[in-house]
Nanobody, 124 residues
Framework: HVQLVESGGGSVQAGGSLRLSCAAS????????MGWFRQAPGKEREGVAP????????YYSDSVKGRFTISRDNAKNTMYLQMSSLKPEDTAMYYC??????????????????WGQGTQVTVS
């Protein structure tokens, strides 16, 4: 079992930056994936970016490409999401997620086993 705890959310003006963190309770083995999803009120949860725990390969949704950067620090069992040039449409609850024992690393929510409680990001 893996516990995930997000931090770093808050309120920011459009054009500003925030960095989210996700601390995992244990080491994520090489055949795994961690990622960020978000959900705005009245909308479905959407994938933002995943990162493979072994290779570090990343992928970004079109809506955040060029503005957000996902990274991880395996020594700290922590994943990050650096968000820049924030827009009001980025306002959402951001969730950290993870899966283990699979080489899948994409943006399909059904593949992920573990979810954090979420951290709110508000852009005005």
């Amino acid at each position: 079992h893996v516990q995930l705890v997000e931090s770093g959310g808050g309120s920011v003006q459009a054009g500003g930056s925030l960095r989210l963190s996700c601390a995992a309770s244990r080491y994520m083995y090489d055949n795994g994936c961690m990622g960020w999803f978000r959900q705005a009120p009245g909308k479905e949860r959407e994938g933002v970016a995943p990162i493979a725990t072994g290779s570090g390969n990343t992928y970004y949704s079109d809506s955040v490409k060029g503005r957000f950067t996902i990274s991880r620090d395996n020594a700290k069992n922590t994943m990050y999401l650096q968000m820049s040039s924030l827009k009001p449409e980025d306002t959402a609850m951001y969730y950290c997620t993870a899966l283990t024992g699979s080489w899948y690393c994409g943006l399909n929510t059904e593949h992920f086993d573990y979810w954090g409680q979420g951290t709110q990001v508000t852009v005005s």
